[in-house]
Structure formats: C-alpha cells, structure tokens
C-alpha cells in the first residue's frame, strides 16, 4: 500500500463530503492566510521603512548635543570644525532647529507643515533641488534673512505654483518665499514631505526664539564610513564634554535596525495571535475526524477482516488528516496572497503609502509545512483510535 | 494431511455482569483441507463465535485453535492481519462492500493489503468478478446493484487473493430461494476448485448444500456428520442426546 493510494483514497473520502471537509479547513484557512498576510505586512512594512530611510539618505548622521552632565557647551562653530577636522569621512554639515511656531498664510493657518531652521549645506545634503527661485545661501545665515523655501505641496495649494516673492508668517514674523523645493514624494498631501518649509537657521534661532541649536544632520563622505565618522565626531564630542550623556549620535542605519527590530515584534505578536487560530483549526479537524472514526467503524471492521493491519489503517487517517489540513492550507495560502494584493491597494488609497504587502516564498513553504504538521499531529489521536477497534465489534456496529 | 482447521477444546467465554455466557463451550472439531462444512445451529447457539474464531478475528478463551497446523492464539495482531489476508476469504449476511468504492475497487481492497501492484490487483479482481459473471458491473457502485448481485461481489472480493478457506456467515439471510441457490451454487463451484468451505447457517435447507454439518446448540457441538444422514437435519431432544458424539 503506497503513500500515493493513500492519498487518492483520502481525496476521494474529501470530496464525497465536500461541504463537511471545507467546515473543517475553515479554521487552517482562516490562520494559514492571517499567518500570510502578517507576515507580508511585516515585510511590506520592512521594505517601506528602508525605502523611506534610504530617501533619506543613508549617510548621513544625527547628532543631537543636550549638554548633560557637562558645564560646557559646543557652538555651530565647533561642530563646523570637528566636521572639517574630519573631512576625510565628515562632508557636509547642517544645523537642524525645529520651529514649532505657527504658520499662516493670509488668515489661514497650516497646521501639519513642518518648519525647519538649516543653513545652506542642508540641500544638498538632503539631495533637495530647487524647482522655483532659489535655496538659501549664506548670506541668509549671517544677515538672519526673513526668507524661506516652501515645498512643491505649499506652492501648489496656496500659491499656484507661484509662490516666490509671496510672504508668509511664521510665528507671527512676515517671511519671504524665495525659492521651491521639487517635488519629492509621488501624491503630495498635508503633512507629506513636500508640506516643509526651510528656513536660516540663525533667523530660526533668533528671531522665533527656537531656542539654542542643538541638532546637526552631518553628511558622510560615504556610507561606508558610518562607523569610522561616527567615532570621530564622538572622539571629538568627548573631548569636549568629557561625559558621554552630553550628546547622542544616531545614524540612519541604527535607526532603521531600530524600526525593524521593533516591527518585527509586533509581527511575531500578531504571527503568534493568528497561530491560535491554526490550533482552533487543528482541534476541529481533530473532532471531524473522531466523528469520521465512528461513522467508518463498519468499514474498519471490514477492512480489517480483508487483512489490514493496524498500521495501516493508521496511515490511511493520518493521511486522510493531512490532506484536509494541507488543503486548508492551500487554499489559505491562496486566500492570503489574495488579501495581500488587496491589503496593498487598500493602503495605498487609504494611507497613502506605496507599501507593498507580499508573503514571502519561505512563508507558503513553512505555511504548507505548518498545515500538513498540524494535519498528521491531530490527525494522530482519531488515526490511533480508529485502527484500535476490535474487528468484531467493527463488524457488528450499525 | 494436516488439518486445515483444527478445534482443540475450544471455549469462548463472556462474563456478563454476574452471569459468564459461554458462547462456545469446548468445541472440538476438525475440518480437512477441501471439504464443504456447514455449521448450523439455532439463534445465539454460538455460530458467529465459532465463525469468529476460524476467522481469525478473535481468540479463544480457553483452547486451542490450529490453523494449517498453526497456533493462532500465539500470534501477534499484525500477523493474524496477515493470515486473514491470506488464508481467509469472509462472505457476510450483509455483504459488507465498502459503499465508497466501486465493485471492481472493492474486490480488489484484499490484493491490496497483500501488497498487490496495480495491474496485479487489477487483473484478479477482473477474473473474480467474471467467476460470479459481473465482468459489466465493474465500476457500479454498491448501491447501485441488487442485493444478490451484491453478495456475489462479495464473493468474488472474498476468493480474489485465492485463499485457502472461504468463511460465509449466513450467505443468503438476506436473499430470496432462487438468488440463494446461485450463491450457494457458486460455494460449490469454490469448494470444487479446491477452497475449503465453511457456510454458517440456522436454516438446515441451506446447510444440506455442504457434505458435513456441524451443529451447534448453547455453544456445544451436538451433531457432526455427513449431511445427507436423517440426524443432520432432524431437532430433536433424542438426537441431541445421542448426536453427541463427534
Ligand atoms: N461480545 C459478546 N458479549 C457477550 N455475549 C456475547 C458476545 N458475543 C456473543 N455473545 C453471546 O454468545 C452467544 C452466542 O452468540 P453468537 O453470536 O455466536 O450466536 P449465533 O449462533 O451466531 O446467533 P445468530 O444466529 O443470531 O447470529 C449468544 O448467547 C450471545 O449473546
Ligand atoms: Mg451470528
């Protein structure tokens, strides 16, 4: 007798009851395709925050001073210096002073456009073009110009694309607009990248009390001196500070490890809370075939009178389990590419975000494997009961 | 020559709460390779048990049971599979077909278990069911014969892996006079091909069709001669008495 036999025969039993054998795939389906889609999520989720990162730029470092347990102080000046000190991995540098003041055009005001106080390193950093006018220079910095450089998404809404020489108020302060950046990310929105204005950072400091400069966004000669940069701006902060609490440097990297380590969790919570279904599913599959055990004990009788070892009868359950569950397991794994294609539209439109949900290769593997497991472990129990029966008292049952 | 089946005091014992129901009570009896026995008896005289018991599908309480010379109470559950694969063709009241299987799959389930290849089975099955001439009925499904017909498959499934003893309990319970004489036409036609036949039957009619008859009454062997002798087939308290003897 032939695994392949055996097989048939269960196909054979499954379709004869098709309705019954789909109640028992039910609970595999269902935990087989959220098992899926979690964990397409989590990589759809992993490579959007990559994407994200990488438009950032990936070599870059942030370096935030708050001066704890230390007396002293560094000036932009220092940092301009330790950046230069180092040019051998250390490119570019540019202060970053958040403005939390408000922003009105005419009467209204935006409230999820971001404001930020750079110098003019910071587009080129930033890999920003400029589509209109012109970036802030230098000059802006030392004279502490009124002047600002507004995303593609404030010039288009507020201004008609034409938004250079219009003024805007920044925390009560008329700005001029004096250039526009290109548009950076595909479908333009509040809030989105292109939602920013740039302005002096010595005017950001000053004159919108934004308070002392203490974030600098240093570009890296190359990504490869992540570390090595890294070290030198530390050697250098120490030197200063003489305390490492003082300041904190991050690298985008880091940070991406960060996000991704810290996504993966709640993946691995959300992959475990799906996986109670594949339990549920198991346990029904379970009591179908107990059921099927009892309604077949004539036919175990008789099998058993025409020679069939217990082992045998055995192997013809479990099988039979296996398939059930291995189907389920097909279909759910079916069922979740499907909701990920869909899951995908649905947070594009919704959210706005092109993330791609898509279970991986490795994840139908081990959700195939998974099922037929579950399958041949549940499937056990009933496959044990079924070729226990004594012949007779098969025989004899109505 | 060895006996084929061989009874040695063989008991079979129930214990019913208080009471021990004795199902078969020191039988002894001996058939021989090739002969047609009937083993009749009235309801719950202790047919089935016996049946059971030759069959391999169950062991004596007390006794010993040779088959071809082998202890059957020695053996293990997987080898008392193996000799009721080979050396056991059963035919029940009920036909007992697997009702998702068709008749040419049915017949073909022992060869299976003995481990058959494909075209093998294929092969005997087709030569069985054209011994019982249901050669057109191949891929019919149980439920869709008639009850001889089916008793028939039943037949050809039982003689398929050419076993040495056919067992039939209460062949045509469930048949009428005309299709029962063709079953028990076709238990002939085995016997004369060289199986041993073993028919259980409360009807003395049917038994009459064997050389020998076993009758059993409360468990005990109380006649066992030739058929055609006047005691084989006459109850009575007298014959009974002296119809002890073996
Ligand atoms: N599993 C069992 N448990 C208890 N008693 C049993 C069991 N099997 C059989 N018996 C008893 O043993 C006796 C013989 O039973 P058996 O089935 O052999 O009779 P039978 O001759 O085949 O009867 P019938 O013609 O009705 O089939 C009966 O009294 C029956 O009640
Ligand atoms: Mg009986």
């Given amino acids: 007798m032939k695994i392949g036999e055996s097989i048939h025969q269960a196909l054979k039993n499954i379709v004869s009851s098709k309705m019954r054998a789909f109640l028992t795939m039910l609970g595999i389906i269902i935990g087989i395709a959220a098992v899926m889609v979690i964990v397409g999520f989590g990589n759809g989720m992993e490579n959007y925050m990559k994407d994200q990162f990488e438009s950032m730029g990936t070599n870059t470092l942030t370096v935030t001073i708050n001066g704890r347990g230390s007396s002293r102080s560094v000036s932009e000046d220092d940092m301009y210096q330790i950046v230069e000190d180092n040019s051998e991995y250390l490119d570019k540098i540019s202060p970053t002073v958040s403005v939390s003041s408000t922003v009105k055009i005419d009467t209204e005001t935006l409230d999820s456009t971001s404001v930020t106080g750079v110098n003019e390193e910071y587009f080129s950093i930033k890999d920003y073009g400029i589509s209109d006018g012109r970036a802030l220079q230098y000059l802006d910095m030392v004279n502490r110009q009124r002047v600002c450089v507004v995303g593609a998404y404030i010039a288009q809404e507020y201004y008609a694309d034409d938004a250079v020489g219009q003024k805007i108020r920044i925390g009560g302060n008329k700005f001029t607009i004096i250039g526009v950046l290109n548009q950076q990310v595909d479908e333009m929105e509040e809030g989105s990248t292109d939602d920013m204005i740039l302005l002096p950072y010595t005017t950001a400091a000053r004159v919108l009390s934004a308070g002392t400069i203490s974030n600098y966004t240093i570009m890296l000669t190359s990504e490869d001196f992540e570390t090595d940069g890294k070290a030198a701006i530390e050697d250098a902060l120490y030197s200063i500070f003489e305390s490492e609490d003082a300041y904190r440097i991050t690298s985008m990297s880091e940070m991406l490890e960060m996000m991704t380590s810290m996504t993966n969790i709640i993946i691995a919570i959300m992959t475990a809370i799906a996986g109670i279904s594949l339990l549920v599913g198991g346990i029904g599959i379970m009591n179908i075939m107990l059921v099927s055990v009892t309604e077949r004990t004539r036919e175990i009788g008789i099998r058993k009178a025409l020679g069939a070892k217990e082992r045998f009868i055995m192997t013809q359950f479990v099988i039979e389990s296996a398939v059930i569950s291995a189907m389920g397991g097909l279909i759910g794994i079916a069922a979740g590419y499907g909701i990920s294609a869909i899951a995908t539209q649905v947070v594009g439109a919704v959210l706005d975000v092109s993330m791609t949900i898509v279970p991986s290769a490795a994840s139908v593997v081990i959700a195939f494997g998974i099922s037929v497991a579950i399958g041949i472990l549940f499937g056990y129990l009933p496959a044990k009961k079924a070729s226990r029966l004594n012949p007779i008292d098969a025989l004899r049952y109505e | ?246």
């Fill in chain 2, 1 to 246: 020559m060895t006996s084929i089946i061989s009874f040695h005091s063989v008991s079979k014992h129930y214990q019913m709460g208080d009471t021990l129901v004795k199902a078969a009570d020191d039988i002894s009896m001996e058939i021989q390779p090739g002969e047609f026995v009937a083993i009749v008896g009235r309801s719950g005289s202790g047919k089935s048990t016996c049946m059971n018991i030759i069959g391999c599908l169950d062991v004596p309480t007390i006794g010993e049971y040779l088959l071809n010379g082998e202890n059957v109470g020695t053996l293990n559950k997987n080898q008392l599979a193996e000799i009721r694969n080979r050396m056991l063709g059963f035919i029940f009241q009920q036909y007992n077909l697997l009702p998702k299987l068709t008749v040419l799959e049915n017949v073909e389930v022992p060869l299976m278990y003995a481990g058959l290849s494909k075209a093998e089975r294929r092969q005997k099955a087709m030569e069985a069911l054209e011994m019982v001439e249901l050669s057109d009925k191949l891929i019919n499904m149980p439920n869709q014969l008639s009850g001889g017909q089916q008793q028939r498959v039943s037949i050809a499934r039982a003689l398929a892996g050419n076993p040495a003893i056919i067992l039939a309990d209460e062949p045509t319970g469930a048949l009428d006079s005309k299709t029962s004489r063709d079953v028990l036409g076709l238990l002939q036609e085995l016997q004369k091909s060289g199986h041993t036949v073993v028919l259980i039957t409360h009807d003395n009619s049917i038994a009459v069709t064997a050389e020998r008859i076993i009758r059993l009454e409360d468990g005990c062997v109380v006649y066992d001669g030739l058929s055609d002798a006047p005691e084989a087939v006459v109850i009575s308290q007298s014959i009974m008495e002296g119809g002890t003897q073996s």
